[in-house]
Nanobody
Framework: QVQLVESGGGSVQSGGSLRLSCAVS????????LAWFRQAPGKEREGVAS???????SYADSVKGRFTISKDNAKNTLYLQMDSLKPEDTAMYYCAADRPPCSVTTVLSLGLMEAGLPYWGQGTQVTVSA
């Protein structure tokens, strides 16, 4: 059974940086499509970024140029480097995974559906103050 555990969240001032990590067990990061999602209080879940087994990536327009998704096969870990953070980036951030066949597009779409993806982490809170 694949398990995902996020870490790295915290509080930072506007313009600062954070790096989120998602440790994967029960499977390898190069076997799945992986993605980061976020949800702020009172708002719908939003797809942030995704990466497939070949390293192709996709980003939400709201984070393009500021966030970078990557993975380390040796450490079996997914990352989200977040730079130039804004108060509107404040949310609970979740990593998720989908089994193949999948793509950077489908994993982001399925993550917005109820029970659309089989594997989720417990979330890590990011708070950006003005």
């Amino acid at each position: 059974q694949v398990q995902l555990v996020e870490s790295g969240g915290g509080s930072v001032q506007s313009g600062g940086s954070l790096r989120l990590s998602c440790a994967v067990s029960g499977g390898t990061v190069d076997s799945y499509c992986l993605a980061w999602f976020r949800q702020a209080p009172g708002k719908e879940r939003e797809g942030v970024a995704s990466i497939d087994s070949d390293g192709r990536t996709s980003y939400a327009d709201s984070v393009k140029g500021r966030f970078t998704i990557s993975k380390d096969n040796a450490k079996n870990t997914l990352y989200l480097q977040m730079d130039s953070l804004k108060p509107e980036d404040t949310a609970m951030y979740y990593c998720a995974a989908d089994r193949p066949p999948c793509s950077v597009t489908t994993v982001l779409s399925l993550g917005l559906m109820e029970a659309g993806l089989p594997y989720w982490g417990q979330g890590t809170q990011v708070t950006v103050s003005a």
